[in-house]
């Protein structure tokens, strides 16, 4: 999801019908890819997909 300035604002991560949806803020994707860029690489962790 976009804002008219073309800023990255949200991630749809669910549609329930055509009026009903879900989404994630831009910040809380920005703050999870750091922690899991920045995690322990030891086998086992979040898959970045």
Same mark, same amino acid.
């Given at each position: 999801?976009?804002?008219?300035?073309?800023?990255?604002?949200?991630?749809? *991560?669910?549609?329930?019908?055509?009026?009903?949806?879900? &989404?994630?803020? =831009?910040?809380? *994707?920005?703050?999870?890819?750091?922690?899991?860029?920045? &995690?322990?690489? =030891?086998?086992?962790?979040?898959?970045?997909?």
């Amino acid at each position: 999801m976009v804002d008219h300035q073309g800023t990255l604002i949200g991630m749809s *991560i669910l549609m329930t019908g055509q009026e009903v949806g879900m &989404a994630v803020p =831009s910040h809380v *994707i920005e703050e999870f890819v750091a922690k899991a860029s920045s &995690a322990d690489r =030891s086998g086992s962790g979040t898959i970045l997909v």
